[in-house]
């Protein structure tokens, strides 16, 4: 598939089937996290992949949510901001290089026929204390994986996103207001 097609087709799903994810998969998807991009190459991330019952409970708690409960597997990604790369202005780029983890994580699922969500509101503390995560060590997104009970409306999803007009900007910087040819809803 060309990426483009890729990129169009990975959507945020939330419904799942009632099907384990077979760990050959499982293990390409973190395969992707691992091979992705860091600042100096630092790599702060950590890959906390949860599948036992008991387990699930305690992070599907953490968030607030029904549809998660589908999911039988969640993946927390964590940033180590002891590992990180700091700029010179002093920005910590944990969250830059997990995000690019995340990204090719989602990619490569998608790929595989698999379907994730990225979920960022959840309740960190509650996380921690789940994981047991050491000081320094923050989960910053959970990610639900699984077969997907549902279909991307593709057509939508591309509906929804902004003109290549309204984003990029030639040598300067210039505002342009994004106006939706259709309502969202």
Known sequence: MAFIDLARKRYSSRNYQDKQIEKELLLQVLEAGRVAPSAKNKQPWHF?????????KKIKECYERDWIASAK??????????EAWRRADGKIHTD??????????TLAATDLGLATCWVCKFDVLKCVKALDLPDGVEPIALLPI???ADK??????DQLRKPLDEIVHWEKFYYKPFKRKKPIL
């Open 73 to 82: 597997c969640v993946i927390v990604v964590c940033g180590d901001h002891r």
């Open 48 to 56: 906390v992949v949860i599948t036992a019952d008991e387990s699930l």
């Open 96 to 105: 830059v290089d997990v995000s690019i983890a995340i990204d090719h994580m």
């Open 146 to 148: 699984g077969y997907p």
């Open 152 to 157: 991307a409306d593709v057509n939508r999803h």
